[in-house]
C-alpha cells in the first residue's frame, strides 16, 4: 500500500499484533462472549448507606432562682423586733461599761427609730460619737447639751415629752428627731449628718468633714456587733432570705 507521497507500507504482522495487544490492555480485555458483555453492562451494586440519627438538643438549663440575701439593715430590724432593744443595750454596754445607762440609751434609741424609720444602729452611732461615756449632763463648748448634744434651741420642738435635754428620753427623742428632719431635708445621708453636726463649709466644727465617715463606720460596727449576738443566740432565721424567680 502507498500513501499520497509514494511510500509504500508493508504490513508487519508482528507490529499488527502488537498493537491489538495494547488496545486489548487499555480497555480492560478483550470481550470474550455475551457473558463478557453481560458483565460489563451489568450496574454496580449500590451499598447500603447508613444515615445517622439526627443529634438530640441539648437539655435547656434549668432555671435557677435568684436569691436576693436581705442585707444588714434588713436583718437588724429583723433582731431589733424579735428581741427589742436587748442586742442594742449589750453592744452599748461594751463599749461604755455602763449597763444600766445602756440599757436605757438602748431602749429610747429602738423606740425612737421605729418611730422614725431609721436604722438603731445609725442613731446608736451619732450617740457613741457625739457623747461616747453616756454622761447626761455633758455641755459641750458650743452649748451642746446631753446624750446627742442637742442644742438648747431645738428643745420643745419635735413633741417630745420633755424640753429638758439632760432628761435621757427627752435628749435622744431630740436628737433623733433632729437627725430625721436633716434626712429628709437633705441630698445624702452625709448631707444630712453634716448638718446635725453643725458643720457649714467646715468653719463651725473642727474636723467635721471627717464627722459623716465616723458615724457610718460605727454604724456598722454596731450592727455586726448586734448580729453577732443575735447569731449566737441562735434566733436568725433562713426566712431572712426572699426568693423570686426573676
Known sequence: M???QGHVRTFDPLAAALVIAASACSSGGPATGPQSTQAVLAPAPVKAVTVAAAPKPAPRPRHRPHIRWADSTVLERAVTTRLGYQ???????RRTRRPELADRAAMAVVRESRRLNLSPSLLAAVLLIENRALDTAAVSSQGAVGLMQVMPVHAGSYGCAS??????????CHGARLLRLFVVRSSTLRVALRRYNGCVHGTVTPRCSRYPTRVLATAASVRREMLRLAAEDGVIVPGTARRSLD
Open 2 to 4: 502507498a500513501d499520497r
Open 163 to 172: 424640753t429638758d435635754l439632760k432628761e435621757l428620753d427627752a435628749n435622744i
Open 87 to 93: 442586742p442594742l443595750a449589750d453592744v452599748l454596754t
